[in-house]
């Protein structure tokens, strides 16, 4: 069996200090109740009698009198609204140029969960973690409340008439405005900014990524006539190559290529092939079927070599090409071996590599095939050359009016200071963006959006896919929708909605033939969510004519070699992307999924050029007067260091600022565009040490099968390959149990290893659905994270170029749970239907049941954290989730729990009870999948099934009675009901 560990010091047999010991030094310690406890973590067994007494007295306490929180009955009860029952709306998410098209769960008219439209083609019913998390912003007390001037509190009417009067100044004495968005993909939002700028004419639209792809989009337009993005098909690829583009992680449209990757990723029906060039250990690469390591200045080089094999076998043509740094010979058959196939791809924003991988593309035959144009994404459109025109305009005082939305240049422009020094320059200056920025506080005005669960909208993020966005609750605050200011300034007397229904009355009617009046395909298409016509053939061979109208020549490729001794790599996190959503505690307490560190971000260096520079886990470093705690990354390439994007905001709010280091002065303008990498030629060691919050310091899997695989090749000569402890654990346990019978329904999970990405979005969605509280970095750090669901991470093999794989883990709800033997006050027990269940208030808190439980999958609730514990003192609210706004997100079909109990995974009980019902109301029988857990509803891979095990015919029990299927710790015969299926690797290709 191969041996797996979690991090450095447990593969070479150290033994790290526990985080508890590292952080007992604080005030808020609950063993600080017990004098004798030492720092060492032992205690007498005086403490343990005091513990003990503590336990009861919660158990105790837990009957006192609660804060009184007040219901106030409706005077007219909305039709729509049922006390008690959930109601869905069909919705849009977007944030910047994320995308998602959704189902928003409300209770009693607030917004609680956000769930994946199965309807979308695009994202097909799944969501990211950022997506999840968004609700949880509708309810941030840092957003603006109404209008502000120059910082001080003002009303819609002065400022409209304000803003409007200097608008008409500018416009008559022929001055100049620009109005700076993130790229709109919203047809009817253009439609009201072309209105705009007709009414000012010499106005002018910049449209802002901060993560740019502006290579790409020139690439694009010399390559093949067009200045946009390409569909990108992962579905009908057998063989993607990447060149740094974490497509599972964060690049482009990671939830829809999550889904086509892994449709391929079933060994029953066929698996494609990934190699992952890159420096640092994505998402995408821990994946990865072959991963190589690269600095990104040898990434022309590389790609030349790929050409240069290519066009010699498909061209019988020779052409220069500078050594490559690795052997490409095997990428280079296997790209041969697929034509038409293959898809090749770069997270590169310099055009010459974009050029390159558009040759390679054409060469191999991919265009029309496994890239796409007549479907184009929308979702990035930025120039970086407007905005270094937009910059020198304000430096120059040529700019008289500036109005910004969503876009925080004044944080992540690489020339930040150039930006703030124009924007003083500016006469007039306002925001239409609804939360604190950066940029926000350089402004006069500030006219605050909605939040988009508040909006109307429409959304297009790839060609002839239209969603729609809906407001499913009031405005919270006195904003306005950005949509609205705008046409009220040039003077439009309608209001946003009734001009968004009249667009596609006017715009989409005539592109379908179900519904007789405008009315009625909107409120329909608003129902569902989405509309997508049929793409016109005119369409799909605009693109064919330009391919080889443009002549290319490798010769002019300009290859520079980087002479510095380290390269810096900026990556944008799964939790954070660029820093739009820093203040939201959720994805701050989120794991990475490859370093599993939360509340930070740091500088990712090897295991060799660590040791070269005698650096440890937690060394500050100082890199061009940034400092930077060091974490050593398994994997990541030798000579570069991997720093994430999205920290260390100044003026987000309580929970993001100063939260990380801000690392976005590290970009550069290369070429005419952004590079995210940069040369340095020293590390400066500054002697201060830094502690991580980091979830699963377990070291190994102390030589258990927790995790099973096989290769492609062995498992398709024997469908039991990897997994023949089950086989022999099946054979030969035994139990003084009696078996237990299920007479109506066995509640049961598979889990594919295969197809698992370890994305960790069912972590957020676990956490969103019920009620999971946030604890905050120090409680982290000891140990106390409270998520039900966990994504261990594993390496194998190297420490320099290790295999990942990712397991989810939660509550394995056991048949014969070691859990239920031990409780003193039976307050965990089982169902009839093969739930573990915790019942809370029966709960007195001795941990029993923790110690006994070999998954380590439940939490003990040390503190007050959601404001339901009735301990004085002993509230923690390090994220401010306890205010009566933020509540407004709990789940009232989950019990909110207080401090001093167990909680852990529950199937989602609330959700199974609520199918029952409604199965038993239609007098039929609850249908297969119909049920579906927060974790299993929201997986973008499919990776995920939930069903009733005495079901035959269900999909949950096709899976289980696969030569897949095994249980954690079957030697145990704890008997799990959740089940996993080996991760099969492609070797075969």
């Not at 034509?339 to 390159?356: E, H, R, T, Y």
């Not at 506080?441 to 729609?468: G, T």
């Not at 194998?796 to 709800?813: A, Y």
Request: with cysteine.
């Amino acid at each position: 069996m191969k041996k797996y560990w979690r991090e450095i010091n447990s593969k070479k047999g150290g033994q790290e200090d526990l985080q508890v010991a590292k952080v007992r030094d604080g005030d808020n310690s609950i063993f600080n109740l017990f004098s004798g406890m030492k720092k060492d973590g032992s205690a007498s067994r005086r403490d343990f009698l005091k513990l003990c007494g503590y336990s009861f007295a919660i158990s105790a306490l837990a009957s006192c009198e609660t804060k009184v929180r007040k219901a106030v009955p409706y005077v007219i009860a909305p039709l729509e609204i049922t006390p008690g029952e959930a109601n869905y709306y069909a919705s849009s998410f977007v944030n910047g140029s994320d995308y998602c098209s959704i189902m928003v769960k409300t209770r009693e008219g607030r917004p609680i969960k956000i769930e994946g439209n199965s309807g979308s083609g695009i994202t097909m019913g799944g969501t990211s973690a950022r997506v999840q998390a968004s609700v949880l912003e509708l309810y941030d007390t840092n957003r603006y409340h109404g209008p502000l001037k120059n910082g001080t509190p003002s009303d819609w009417k002065s400022v409209d008439e304000e803003i409007s009067d200097r608008l008409k100044i500018i416009m008559e004495t022929n001055g100049k405005i620009i109005l700076i968005t993130p790229t709109i993909f919203s047809p009817s939002t253009e439609a009201v900014i072309s209105g705009f700028l007709e009414k000012f004419s010499d106005a002018e639209w910049i449209q802002y990524d901060a993560v740019s792809f502006s290579g790409m989009l020139e690439a694009n337009k010399l390559s093949f006539g067009k200045q946009v993005i390409p569909d990108y098909r992962f579905d009908k690829a057998d063989l993607i190559v990447s060149m740094g583009a974490d497509f599972l992680g964060s690049w482009l449209s990671p939830v829809e290529y999550t889904k086509q990757f892994s449709s391929k990723r079933d060994p029953d029906k066929g698996m494609n092939y990934l190699i992952q060039f890159e420096s640092n250990q994505s998402l995408t690469g821990s994946n990865a079927d072959k991963r190589i390591q690269m600095k990104p200045s040898h990434e022309t080089a590389i790609l030349l070599n790929l050409y240069k094999d290519i066009i010699a076998s498909v061209e019988n043509r020779e052409i220069d090409a500078p050594p490559s740094p690795v052997d490409v010979s095997e990428t280079s058959k296997k790209l041969l071996a697929s034509q038409g196939k293959s898809l090749v791809i770069s997270a590169s924003n310099d055009k010459q590599v974009q050029l390159l991988v558009n040759e390679i593309n054409k060469s191999l035959g991919n265009v029309g095939q496994t890239i796409l144009f007549e479907s184009y994404l929308r979702v990035r459109k930025g120039l970086d050359e407007n905005m270094e025109r937009l910059v020198r305009k304000m430096k120059n005082s040529e700019l008289d009016g500036l109005i910004v939305w969503n876009v925080n240049p004044a944080y992540t422009w690489y020339d930040r200071e150039g930006f703030i020094d124009g924007v003083k320059k500016v006469g007039l200056t306002v925001s239409l963006s609804c939360v604190p920025d950066e940029t926000n506080r350089l402004v006069q005005y500030i006219c605050p959006d909605h939040h988009y669960l508040e909006s109307w909208n429409d959304v297009e993020a790839k060609r002839f896919k239209y969603s729609l966005m809906q407001p499913v609750i009031n405005p919270i605050y006195n904003t306005r929708q950005m949509q609205d200011s705008l046409m009220k300034w040039s003077g439009g007397g309608v209001v946003f909605h009734d001009f968004l229904k009249g667009f596609w009355g006017s715009s989409f009617m005539s592109q379908q033939t179900d519904y007789l009046t405008s009315d009625a395909f909107f409120e329909n298409t608003l129902q569902k969510g989405v509309f997508e016509p049929a793409i016109p053939k005119t369409e799909t061979e605009s693109v064919k004519e330009n391919i080889d109208s443009i002549p290319f020549d490798a010769g002019k490729i300009n290859h520079q070699k980087s002479q510095c001794k380290v390269e810096v790599v900026l990556y944008e996190s799964i939790a954070l992307g660029e820093g739009r959503q820093g203040n939201n505690p959720w994805l701050q307490e989120l794991p990475d999924p490859v370093t599993k560190i939360c509340w930070d971000n740091y500088a990712c260096v090897s295991p060799v050029h660590a040791k070269e520079l005698g650096l440890e886990d937690g060394d500050i470093i100082s890199l061009r007067s940034i400092e930077l705690p060091v974490h050593i990354q398994p994997g990541q390439a030798y000579g570069t260091i991997g720093v994430a994007l999205g920290y260390g905001r100044s003026n987000c709010g309580m929970v993001g600022d100063g939260t990380g280091v801000d690392v976005w002065p590290m970009s550069s303008l290369k070429d005419g565009n952004i590079a995210y990498y940069s040369g340095i030629d020293d590390i400066v060691k500054t002697g201060k040490k830094y502690s991580f919050a980091q979830t699963q310091t377990h070291h190994s899997m102390e030589g258990r099968a927790l995790v099973r695989e096989a290769g492609l090749k062995e498992y398709e000569k024997d469908p039991v390959a990897g997994n023949e402890l089950h086989v022999h654990f099946t054979e030969t346990a035994r139990s003084l149990y009696k078996p237990r019978e299920y007479l109506h329904h066995h509640w049961g999970m598979a889990i594919d290893l295969s197809k698992c990405t370890g994305c960790a979005n069912c972590v957020i969605a676990c956490q969103a659905e019920n009620n999971i509280p946030v604890v905050g970095k120090k409680e982290v750090a000891r140990v106390h994270e409270m998520h039900w669901m966990r994504i261990d991470r594993y390496y194998t093999g190297s420490e320099d170029d290790p295999e990942v794989v990712f397991q989810p883990v939660l509550c394995q709800h056991c048949n014969n749970a070691p859990c239920e033997n031990v409780c003193p006050v039976a307050a965990t027990n089982h169902s009839s239907e093969g739930l573990n269940q915790m019942v809370y208030n029966r709960c007195i808190g001795t941990r029993y049941c923790n110690n006994n439980c070999p998954y380590k999958v439940r939490r003990f609730n040390w503190f007050n954290y959601t404001e339901a514990g009735t301990i004085s003192g002993n509230l923690r609210d390090s994220a401010g989730m306890t205010s009566d706004l933020r509540r407004l997100v709990l789940n009232p079909d989950v019990t909110v729990r207080s401090q001093g109990v167990i909680e852990k995974c529950s199937f989602c009980i609330q959700r199974i009870q609520s199918v029952k019902l409604k199965a038993k109301e239609e007098r039929r029988a609850i249908r297969d999948t119909e049920v579906q857990t927060a974790c299993s509803q929201t997986c973008p891979a499919n990776a995920i099934t939930f069903g009733d095990m005495n079901d035959a015919e269900s999909e949950i029990s096709r899976l289980i009675n696969s030569g897949r299927r095994y249980n954690l710790l079957e030697e145990l015969y704890t008997k799990p009901a959740v089940n996993y299926l080996t991760k099969i690797r492609n070797n075969k290709s």
